[in-house]
């Protein structure tokens, strides 16, 4: 029989972790995916995505289920790495250093082995140029395109307005056109 | 024209993602459809936004569950030092919007304390109780102890005399002992 989520997290609330791993096997993806957008750097997205699911647990009596449980937990996802990044300012990361790992991609290739070469690297470089826009750019690109949300659910995520945040995509998508160039 | 497109490129990237007014939105969907170049604007911005849904989707289906739980495993297992859980605890207090709240909140209580005295006049002299001599009284190892303290002029005095109820029942004679200091 399944459990419902709501059940999931009223065990949490008392302490079962194993209840709480199911909750984590089906959000850490996406919780990942968010992160990643905003930092970059995979091992920097792997310990901010776990440090998320650690404070939610920690804090899970807070949740009184306002909102959906993924809607809290990728705002804890975002406030963690909007704080990761201005604690620990970083380089861009470098494209592909291990050539291995480049051969192996590259046997993986479809039919249109030119085409998925080229997303493949407008994906890595579209991360680049993220990378180098500001924290709060970041979220907001990464919160919209992840997630699809309304400007207004990311203004309430961020605590500010949706004027501010329709402003913010303007000058992200703009400095990212301006990066990516002909890939685009 | 040049201008018109400047503006309506300015406003493709809410009109994508369905946060135009209906009016506005009808503006954009109107030029779109004679404008090649803002055509063009539009396929880079949905290019971008697919981009990078499929490249984050990509690197995190490489992603197992396993590794990932045991670095949360681990981390609840782990009880953290209280000065971790308190700059957490600051950290989650003290956020920006809070922090907006919280600063004009101080500085009213503080005025507040300040200008209790005009309000409430002489409600310090509760507060300096300490300035008032104290006695205490404590008994111990057979004598008794007075203690005199008088914080304006910081002294103390302390006065120990021997217990002589028990010798007065058996002896006539006046206690001859005066308080030791």
């Known amino acids: 029989m399944e459990i419902s989520e709501w059940d999931l997290i009223q065990k949490c609330q008392k302490g079962d972790v194993t209840a709480y791993e199911e909750l984590a096997a089906k959000y850490y993806r996406r919780v990942f995916m968010v992160v990643l957008g905003m930092l970059h750097h995979q091992e920097d997205a792997m310990e901010v995505a776990q440090e998320t699911f650690y404070r939610a647990f920690k804090n899970i009596n807070r949740f009184k289920g306002g909102s959906s449980f993924y809607t809290w937990l990728y705002r804890i996802a975002v406030n963690l790495a909007i704080d990761f990044q201005r604690r620990q300012k970083r380089g861009v990361m470098d494209f592909k250093e291990n050539m291995d790992e480049v051969i192996v991609e590259t046997e993986r290739l479809g039919s249109d082995p030119y085409r998925e070469v080229r997303d493949r690297e407008l994906g890595e470089r579209l991360l680049a140029a993220i990378d180098q826009l500001t924290p709060d750019h970041k979220a907001v690109i990464v919160m919209r395109a992840v997630e699809g949300l309304s400007y207004k659910e990311i203004g309430r995520t961020l605590g500010c307005s949706e004027g501010t945040v329709m402003s913010r995509l303007h000058y992200a998508r703009k400095k990212l056109q301006e990066k990516l160039g002909s890939y685009l | ?181």
């Open chain 2, 1 to 181: 024209m040049t201008r018109d497109c400047e503006e309506i490129k300015s406003l493709l990237g809410a009109w994508l993602d369905g946060e135009l007014g209906a009016s506005e939105a009808a503006e954009v969907r109107l030029h779109l459809q004679g404008c090649a170049s803002c055509l063009g604007e539009k396929a880079r911005l949905e290019k971008l936004q697919s981009s990078l849904k499929s490249v984050l989707e990509a690197k995190a289906s490489q992603l197992a569950f396993e590794p990932f739980w045991a670095g949360v495993r681990q981390r609840i297992a782990e009880e953290r030092p209280w000065h971790a859980r308190l700059i957490d605890w600051a950290r989650a207090v003290l956020s920006p919007p809070r922090l907006a709240w919280a600063i004009p909140a101080v500085i009213i209580i503080l005025l507040a304390g300040l200008s209790l005295e005009q309000f409430f006049p002489g409600w310090r002299w509760a507060l300096n109780r300490s300035n008032l001599a104290a006695v205490e009284s404590i008994d111990g190892h057979g004598f008794n102890v007075a203690l005199l303290r008088e914080s304006k002029t910081k002294t103390t005095v302390i006065w120990l005399f021997e217990n002589h109820e028990g010798e007065e029942e058996t002896s006539a004679e006046p206690v001859s002992g005066g308080p030791a200091f």
